[in-house]
């Protein structure tokens, strides 16, 4: 059974910093695209931040527009473990982070996490 287990979250003053964690188990992890995605109520889902594989086809490094040069996406594929640095946040951060893992070949063989509130606020 895969579980990806998410922790780090929290609440945390404009301009300060979390790490986020996601811990794999039940899935041959360095295959696995991992991915952060963040959502509020009332939007989608978006993709935050994606680190893939060595084999992967695309890049290896993807961050939504909104967070580059604020947030540090990177795995340990010893440790089966993805992380996100987020600094300088704003309260347009604040949301429940997911972590994802996805097969980039059989691309419909995917996980997510229980998600982890961020809530940045004075």
């Known amino acids: 059974q895969v579980q990806l287990v998410e922790s780090g979250g929290g609440l945390v003053q404009p301009g300060g910093s979390l790490r986020l964690s996601c811990v794999a188990s039940?899935?041959?992890?360095?295959?696995?695209?991992m991915s952060w995605y963040r959502q509020t109520p009332g939007k989608e889902r978006e993709l935050v931040a994606r680190?893939?594989?060595?084999?992967?086809?695309?890049?290896?490094?993807r961050y939504a527009e909104s967070v580059k040069g604020r947030f540090i996406v990177d795995r340990d594929n010893s440790k089966n473990t993805v992380w996100l640095q987020m600094n300088m946040l704003t309260p347009e951060d604040t949301a429940v982070y997911y972590c994802h893992a996805q097969d980039p070949i059989v691309r419909s063989q995917e996980y997510w996490g229980q998600g982890t509130q961020v809530t940045v606020s004075s």
């Open positions: 039940g899935l041959i992890f360095e295959l696995y695209r």
């Open positions: 680190i893939t594989t060595a084999g992967d086809t695309i890049s290896t490094i």
